[in-house]
């Protein structure tokens, strides 16, 4: 999914990389494209906020462009949706229930849909497109591309290229992001799987593939990274 947060309170302090000097940037709402990288959100142990995720297909219904244009990127909300952006904000701040906040968001972000004729920008989506996410994202990223594309009658070169000219991502990369996910549920539950039943369960190959993969998704070799959460859990 695309996410996109609206801070309730202080600017959201957000870098795009974890332990790696990457500069913060502040936001009062931002949103992010599909990503193989962890993004850090810092706050002092405090945060209340809101957070939308949207599909690809969402994304180009509210945004008005392809999730591929949003793709490693996190981009202040105003910037995408003008004032509306910044009413979302506004309104959401304002109100003082659940409710209200999400009636506000709702009616906002239909607006958003309509002011771009929403339907329309969607006839410009090969329906191969949606259907390769939806296999994909079925499978926890366990399938073969070629065999995706080879159900949907395109060549595995051609999907590749449709797929990243909307999603952002190749398939490939989508299906290791989406085994990555798959492995960071089981690591994060509040009894964890040895990682090598982490790998093996998520659909890994071996546990060194799991942990070239977290290293490159998180910035840290897995056993570091759990210790950094346990740190975080406590204090």
Known sequence: ????????????????????GSPVTRFDGVAGGLMCRSVAIHHDGRQQGVRVSLTPLGARAVYGMPAAAL??????????????????VDRLRAATTWTARFAALDELLLQAVGRGAGGDRMLRVRPEVPEAWRRLVAARGRVQVGAVAAELGWSRRYLTERFRGEVGLSPKTFARVLRFEHAHELATAHDPLPWADV?????YADQAHLVRDWREFTGRPPTVWRRGEVLLGTG
């Open 1 to 20: 999914m695309l996410t996109a947060v609206i801070s309730l309170s202080d600017p959201l302090e957000v870098a795009a990389g974890v332990d790696d």
């Open 199 to 203: 790998a093996s369960v998520s659909g």
């Open 71 to 88: 793709a490693h990127r996190l981009v202040p909300l105003d910037e995408l949706l003008g004032a509306l952006g910044v009413e979302l």
